[in-house]
């Protein structure tokens, strides 16, 4: 876990109850960075299927009813209404990436701004980098 | 947890918004710790601690992990409710035709007449049908409990989280300034 000291240091700095609170704080927006990490990679994946789905959707015939998925089934829908559709979902998924990205970007920022801070206190005996 | 180490020093009470779950002291003075519990009991009692508080993590990490998959499940339902309701309330009257799995692996053509209601299963052997309305609204009420459920579950998670952190740099430090102390005097004692 990062934010812990390493252990036989030397020249122990005091701890104070606000330290381990810059700490825990930390820890906090590690944990939420990792997850909307996750999150954008999944929303990513999904924009790119309906890109390839719109695309393959240019190429169908116009008077073919085209299988859509809805749930765990699909259903014959016209090529205009899934046209629609796909646009849709793009529109929303695009939405919430970058609601995702300004959060992600907001964590970066106060995790910068807490690593300056401890690292000017404790040096090298505590470590806040993530583990490759 | 069947441990009966006392920890009642190293912890205050209970939380309750946290069903109970002790907040750990932080250790504003090290020193006067380990005079009066001794290195070894600090750690030991401290280690104990941190298990539990890792047990604790684990059960709401996988409540949490649950819920993050049941939310997208109701969405779905949701949307597929959703895409009956309008082709009910358009004026094309032929049925739906859907290719669904009959099995594993086994998909069939199937047609689904215009009709204004859906079947529910509620659990416990219960199915009913409603009206499509009436099945989105229920259904949104389950996403929204589900949604407020996950929410509080991070905060116990954070809080959770929290205590480890604390219990774990408790420890280094008690663990240093035993290192500390021993350097301090060194074959002196022997």
New interface residues.
Partial sequence: ?S???K????S?KN?T?ED?QK??QF??LL?EKLELQAFLSVRKDLHQLYDDASDELMLAADNE?V?FA???????TAKDEAEETVEQCKTEIVRTMEDSQKKYDNKVESMTQLKTELYAKFGNSINLEEEA | MGDEADLSWVVHGHADEHFGIPKVIFFDDVEKVVKEHEVQNTLQNLTALFQRYKFWETKFMKNKQGLQQKIPDVKRTIDVVKTLQKRSNSDIDEPITTRFELGDQIYVKAEIPKSDSVSLWLGANVMIEYKHEEAIELLQKNLETAETNLEHLESHLNFIRDQVNVTEVNMTRVYNYDVLQRRKQPEASE
């Fill in positions: 876990m934010g812990m000291l252990k036989e240091d030397e122990e701890v109850l381990q700490i825990n820890s906090r944990n009813k299988q809805v749930g765990d089934a699909f259903i014959f």
